[in-house]
Every structure is written in C-alpha cells, then in structure tokens.
C-alpha cells in the first residue's frame, strides 16, 4: 500500500488503481499482519471496490474476520471490505483446533457458509459465502 499512498502524493492515482485492477488474479498475501493506517485501509478498500465484480482476490491472512476491526482500526471499513470479498467469495480455513472447527462449523449450520470444497480438503477446510 505504500505505492499507493506515494502515488497519492505525486498525482498519480488513476495510473496506480489502473496497476492494482490490471491482472486476472490479485494476490494480497499475509493480510493483517500489520495494522493498515486509515489512509492505506481507504486504498484497500478502493483496490477491492474497483476489482469487485471484474477481477479476482486471493488474500492469506492469520487473522479471524471477526479481528479485521482491529486492523483497520475501524469495522465500517472492515466490514465495507468483507462485504465485497465474501459477497462472491470462498473462504478456506486450514487444519483446525477443536475449537475453530466447533465455531466453523457453527457457521455451516446456521446457513451463513456452505460446504464448496472438493472432497480431499472437506475434512479441514470451509467455504463461507454472504
């Protein structure tokens, strides 16, 4: 995102979002493992609004979707963003503890997320969808 922001400041925004919405498959890797400013957070959440609907995202990340507030200190954002991702999107969980396999597939069941993913990676995997 520091791109961004420097293309902010040197008037060249329209040629960096054409940059970010150029490739078929956009690759956001080790998502949150910073906290994104508010500055970068209105970046992202451009990048993904302009892709959404004409490219695709893959994004990796250790942080659960109910902490994305945290990393963009604000859950209108997160969630303004989340809104975009899941609307079309697939979410696979790893290998999981008792625990998160409790809480995923609590997910499953309430109708919020349905089973998409072939059948060698069932077992540890989910795929959510709004």
């Given at each position: 995102?520091t791109k961004t ?9 329209q040629?960096?979002m ?5 490739p078929a ?8 493992y910073?906290?994104?400013p508010?500055e970068?957070a209105s970046?992202?959440?451009q990048?993904?609004?302009?892709r959404?609907e004409?490219?695709s995202?893959?994004?990796t ?11 963009f200190d604000?859950t ?8 975009r991702l ?11 503890d008792p625990l998160t396999r409790?809480?995923?597939s609590?997910l ?23």
């Amino acid at each position: 995102m520091t791109k961004t922001q420097r293309a902010v400041l040197e008037g060249r925004w329209q040629t960096m979002m054409r940059f970010w919405n150029g490739p078929a498959l956009l690759i956001i890797d080790e998502f949150g493992y910073l906290p994104l400013p508010a500055e970068a957070a209105s970046h992202l959440f451009q990048v993904v609004s302009r892709r959404y609907e004409h490219g695709s995202i893959i994004l990796t990340t250790n942080r659960g979707i109910a902490s994305w507030g945290e990393i963009f200190d604000d859950t209108t954002v997160a969630t303004a963003i989340l809104d975009r991702l899941l609307h079309h999107g697939t979410v696979l969980l790893p290998a999981l503890d008792p625990l998160t396999r409790f809480a995923a597939s609590s997910l499953v069941s309430s109708g919020h997320c349905k089973s998409g993913i072939p059948s060698p990676m069932r077992r540890h995997s989910k795929s959510c969808s709004s």
